[in-house]
């Protein structure tokens, strides 16, 4: 092969290489510390799904950028922390068999993750959806009802250079959405109610 | 000569327009204020669902540039307050804030944060009327401008002052700056920016610690 043909093959490759950027981000979310909810005098098994532990989200645009974005890890420890802060005895398991003087099963999913960029919107903003399923199960496991959680988190800017930055920023937004809601509108469904009345 | 001269003319004129800043300021008062020694002041962004949010950078400003009291910032407040100053979440008028302090936890909470004065900011900045155009070109070792731009931005507050000792709102203030701004390109771009954001945000700062230091009617 012609040196001439080579250099053209490995421009070829370089280009193609470009086209095809994978950004991974690894969430590190902080939530404050909850000073201001009275936590409730409820004895709560916490189930984790696959959703909650390891959930990945890959997605790749037209323009040729790949994002990973893994989001399970962090959202877990995120909800151990505010489930902690909302009730006075938290047992994590590993399924939804019963325990011994649980007064519910709470068992979170995230059903699904969307996000935009400034190139999608056309506006000067990174925008991330969630939208989770709360399932509430009584002691002896019988779902009573599945709660549904839609969270939002947006970042206003005009630096595109450093996507993966905002992006990060408004996934942590929506996350936090998400914890504000569960330590707010979690104690006021009814089945929640109904155990505190018992 | 005669082409230097009319280049002096534009940069000249252009130095003047972006030199010239308009601004406006409105103040009610509603009630009498005054700040004890070790309470603080938070000045919070108004945020909610329906994608309203307000300026982030003139809100960072205002908590710089505010002096003579002590400020608590827009992120700070609300991390102390998890989750209830969350945009979702926030109350929207003194009502809801009243309704919220009947739960003893977060009474307890916003005592803690000593705060007397929550300030409320809605701020936006605009940019429009865009005239002219540029074209830049760039070679090897050689790059240049040519052209000139032009466009008017104006930036506004919007300021409620909450008494959370009294539970009511001690009054508030409006301020807007507007201007115009220019892009020369004589070989290299030259920026004239009116600075509206910040003279904006001045005014509101400096009449704010003014406002909440003094007692009586204005």
Known sequence: MQPSMLRALFGCLLIWLAGCQQTTLTLQTRVPEVRSIESLPLSVALVYDESIKNYTHEESFPEGRNWLIRVGNNQERLMTETFTALFDRLLILDNAESADGIDLTIIPKLKDFQFATPLQTGRDQFETWLQYSIELLDAEGSLLNEWPLSAYGSVTTTDTGRADRFLGLAINRALRDAMAQLLVDLPNQPEIKKSLIR | MKNQGALLQVIGLTALLSGCVSTSFEQIREAETGI?????????????????????????????????????????????????????????????????????????????????????????????????????????????????????????????????????????????????????????PIPLIAPVERQSCNLVAKNLSKFILEEGNN
Request: hydrophobic share 45%; aromatic share 10%.
């Open chain 2, 36 to 188: 004890e020694a070790g309470e603080r002041v938070a000045i919070i962004g108004r945020q909610n669902q329906l994608g309203y949010e307000a300026d982030a950078s003139m809100v960072r400003c205002l908590s710089h540039q505010t002096s003579k009291i002590s400020v608590v910032n827009d992120s700070t407040f609300s991390d102390w307050m998890f989750p209830w100053f969350e945009p979702r979440l926030a109350p929207a008028n003194l009502e809801e804030l009243k309704t919220l302090l009947k739960r003893p936890a977060f009474a307890a909470r916003l005592a803690k944060t000593k705060v007397r004065y929550l300030v409320w900011v809605e701020s936006v900045a605009n940019t429009e009327d865009r005239k002219g155009s540029m074209s830049c070109s760039v070679g090897i070792g050689v790059g240049f401008c040519l052209g000139f731009m032009m466009w008017e931005n104006d930036a506004a507050y919007e300021v409620f002052i909450w008494d959370l000792e009294a539970l009511t709102q001690a009054g508030r203030m409006r301020s807007n700056a507007s201007g115009s701004s220019a892009i020369l390109g004589a070989l290299v």
